[in-house]
Protein backbone atom coordinates (compact mmCIF):
# COMPACT_ATOMS: atom_id res chain seq x y z
CA UNK A 1 0.00 0.00 0.00
CA UNK A 2 1.30 3.49 -0.94
CA UNK A 3 0.51 6.47 1.23
CA UNK A 4 0.52 9.99 0.49
CA UNK A 5 -0.07 13.27 1.47
CA UNK A 6 -1.15 15.88 -1.39
CA UNK A 7 -1.20 19.22 -0.49
CA UNK A 8 -3.58 22.25 -2.76
CA UNK A 9 -3.73 25.36 -1.58
CA UNK A 10 -2.05 24.67 1.66
CA UNK A 11 -4.92 21.85 2.37
CA UNK A 12 -3.18 18.30 3.05
CA UNK A 13 -5.35 15.61 1.43
CA UNK A 14 -4.16 11.83 3.32
CA UNK A 15 -4.37 9.35 0.07
CA UNK A 16 -3.78 5.51 0.00
CA UNK A 17 -3.36 3.34 -2.74
CA UNK A 18 -5.21 0.35 -1.54
CA UNK A 19 -4.79 -1.83 -4.96
CA UNK A 20 -4.65 -1.29 -8.53
CA UNK A 21 -8.44 -0.64 -8.54
CA UNK A 22 -9.09 0.86 -5.10
CA UNK A 23 -7.88 4.23 -2.86
CA UNK A 24 -8.95 6.52 0.09
CA UNK A 25 -9.27 9.68 -0.12
CA UNK A 26 -9.17 10.87 3.49
CA UNK A 27 -10.19 7.56 4.86
CA UNK A 28 -13.05 7.80 2.33
CA UNK A 29 -12.61 4.20 -0.28
CA UNK A 30 -13.25 4.81 -4.10
CA UNK A 31 -13.31 2.43 -6.83
CA UNK A 32 -10.62 3.90 -9.84
CA UNK A 33 -8.85 2.99 -13.59
CA UNK A 34 -6.45 5.10 -14.30
CA UNK A 35 -5.26 5.12 -18.13
CA UNK A 36 -2.42 6.11 -19.77
CA UNK A 37 -3.42 8.34 -22.82
CA UNK A 38 0.46 9.78 -23.65
CA UNK A 39 3.33 10.62 -21.47
CA UNK A 40 1.48 13.41 -19.91
CA UNK A 41 -2.26 12.96 -20.18
CA UNK A 42 -4.58 10.06 -18.65
CA UNK A 43 -8.33 9.45 -18.30
CA UNK A 44 -9.32 9.03 -14.83
CA UNK A 45 -12.63 6.80 -14.09
CA UNK A 46 -13.33 7.51 -10.41
CA UNK A 47 -16.37 5.34 -8.96
CA UNK A 48 -18.64 5.82 -12.59
CA UNK A 49 -17.39 9.39 -13.44
CA UNK A 50 -14.93 9.35 -16.33
CA UNK A 51 -11.89 12.96 -16.76
CA UNK A 52 -9.64 14.13 -18.51
CA UNK A 53 -5.87 14.51 -17.07
CA UNK A 54 -2.69 15.65 -18.06
CA UNK A 55 0.07 16.34 -15.45
CA UNK A 56 3.50 17.58 -15.40
CA UNK A 57 6.29 17.56 -12.64
CA UNK A 58 7.70 20.74 -11.90
CA UNK A 59 10.29 19.43 -9.70
CA UNK A 60 10.59 16.25 -6.87
CA UNK A 61 7.55 17.43 -4.90
CA UNK A 62 5.22 19.69 -7.02
CA UNK A 63 3.25 18.83 -10.11
CA UNK A 64 0.98 21.30 -12.73
CA UNK A 65 -2.20 19.27 -13.26
CA UNK A 66 -4.58 20.13 -15.60
CA UNK A 67 -8.11 18.41 -14.11
CA UNK A 68 -11.63 19.01 -15.60
CA UNK A 69 -10.72 22.12 -17.32
CA UNK A 70 -9.15 23.52 -13.81
CA UNK A 71 -4.78 24.16 -13.37
CA UNK A 72 -3.56 23.65 -10.61
CA UNK A 73 -0.42 23.06 -8.89
CA UNK A 74 0.03 20.29 -6.23
CA UNK A 75 2.52 19.12 -4.16
CA UNK A 76 3.05 15.28 -3.71
CA UNK A 77 5.43 13.07 -0.59
CA UNK A 78 5.01 9.99 0.62
CA UNK A 79 3.86 9.97 4.56
CA UNK A 80 7.44 8.97 5.08
CA UNK A 81 8.53 12.39 3.50
CA UNK A 82 5.57 14.24 5.23
CA UNK A 83 6.93 13.07 8.30
CA UNK A 84 10.49 13.81 8.21
CA UNK A 85 10.17 17.12 6.85
CA UNK A 86 7.13 17.82 9.98
CA UNK A 87 10.28 16.51 12.00
CA UNK A 88 13.21 18.80 11.00
CA UNK A 89 10.41 22.01 11.03
CA UNK A 90 10.10 20.83 14.41
CA UNK A 91 13.83 20.79 15.96
CA UNK A 92 14.05 23.86 13.89
CA UNK A 93 12.07 26.11 16.01
CA UNK A 94 15.08 25.38 18.78
CA UNK A 95 17.17 28.60 19.11
CA UNK A 96 20.28 27.10 20.23
CA UNK A 97 23.62 28.25 18.48
CA UNK A 98 24.30 25.03 17.42
CA UNK A 99 21.28 22.67 15.76
CA UNK A 100 22.10 19.27 15.34
CA UNK A 101 20.51 17.51 12.22
CA UNK A 102 19.23 13.95 13.12
CA UNK A 103 18.25 11.39 10.69
CA UNK A 104 14.21 10.89 10.51
CA UNK A 105 14.66 7.48 9.13
CA UNK A 106 16.97 4.21 8.63
CA UNK A 107 18.80 4.38 5.20
CA UNK A 108 21.86 5.02 3.33
CA UNK A 109 23.53 8.73 2.71
CA UNK A 110 23.27 8.76 -1.36
CA UNK A 111 24.58 12.22 -1.94
CA UNK A 112 25.88 15.07 0.61
CA UNK A 113 25.48 18.51 -1.12
CA UNK A 114 27.10 20.72 1.24
CA UNK A 115 30.42 20.63 3.26
CA UNK A 116 32.06 21.62 6.32
CA UNK A 117 31.72 25.75 6.24
CA UNK A 118 29.49 25.95 3.32
CA UNK A 119 26.87 28.68 4.24
CA UNK A 120 22.85 27.93 3.52
CA UNK A 121 19.76 29.26 3.81
CA UNK A 122 16.71 27.63 5.60
CA UNK A 123 15.13 25.37 3.36
CA UNK A 124 18.12 24.26 1.04
CA UNK A 125 19.39 21.20 0.57
CA UNK A 126 22.30 19.22 2.50
CA UNK A 127 22.29 16.11 1.74
CA UNK A 128 20.47 12.93 0.22
CA UNK A 129 19.06 9.85 2.17
CA UNK A 130 17.79 6.87 0.34
CA UNK A 131 15.41 4.73 2.32
CA UNK A 132 12.94 2.33 1.22
CA UNK A 133 13.91 3.05 -2.41
CA UNK A 134 13.58 6.50 -2.29
CA UNK A 135 15.29 9.60 -2.29
CA UNK A 136 14.69 11.89 0.99
CA UNK A 137 15.96 15.58 0.47
CA UNK A 138 17.32 16.46 4.32
CA UNK A 139 17.51 20.37 4.10
CA UNK A 140 18.15 22.57 6.29
CA UNK A 141 16.13 23.92 9.17
CA UNK A 142 17.31 26.88 9.56
CA UNK A 143 20.10 29.44 8.04
CA UNK A 144 24.05 29.64 8.79
CA UNK A 145 26.56 27.23 7.82
CA UNK A 146 27.76 24.10 8.36
CA UNK A 147 29.35 23.22 11.39
CA UNK A 148 30.73 19.66 10.92
CA UNK A 149 29.22 16.55 9.10
CA UNK A 150 29.03 13.30 10.64
CA UNK A 151 28.80 10.96 7.77
CA UNK A 152 30.11 10.17 4.55
CA UNK A 153 28.65 9.16 1.18
CA UNK A 154 27.81 5.63 1.19
CA UNK A 155 27.02 5.19 5.20
CA UNK A 156 24.47 3.43 6.43
CA UNK A 157 22.52 5.27 9.42
CA UNK A 158 19.44 5.01 11.95
CA UNK A 159 16.95 6.70 13.02
CA UNK A 160 17.57 9.87 15.04
CA UNK A 161 21.51 9.74 14.06
CA UNK A 162 23.20 13.30 14.04
CA UNK A 163 24.01 13.60 10.58
CA UNK A 164 25.35 17.30 10.51
CA UNK A 165 25.00 20.63 12.56
CA UNK A 166 24.62 24.12 11.37
CA UNK A 167 25.76 26.95 13.10
Partial sequence: MNEFIVTLNKKQTNVKILSDTELS????????????????????KLE?????????KINHDSFKILFNSQHYE????????????????????????????????PG?????????DDKVEQGESIMILEAMKMENDIKSPKAGSIEK???????????????????
Fill in 25 to 44: VDKVSHNYELTKVTDHSFLL
Fill in 48 to 56: EKVSELSAE
Fill in 74 to 105: VFVRTLMKEKALKMLETSSSDKHQYHDIKSPM
Fill in 108 to 116: LILKIIKNI
Fill in 149 to 167: VFVKEGDAVEKGMILFSIR
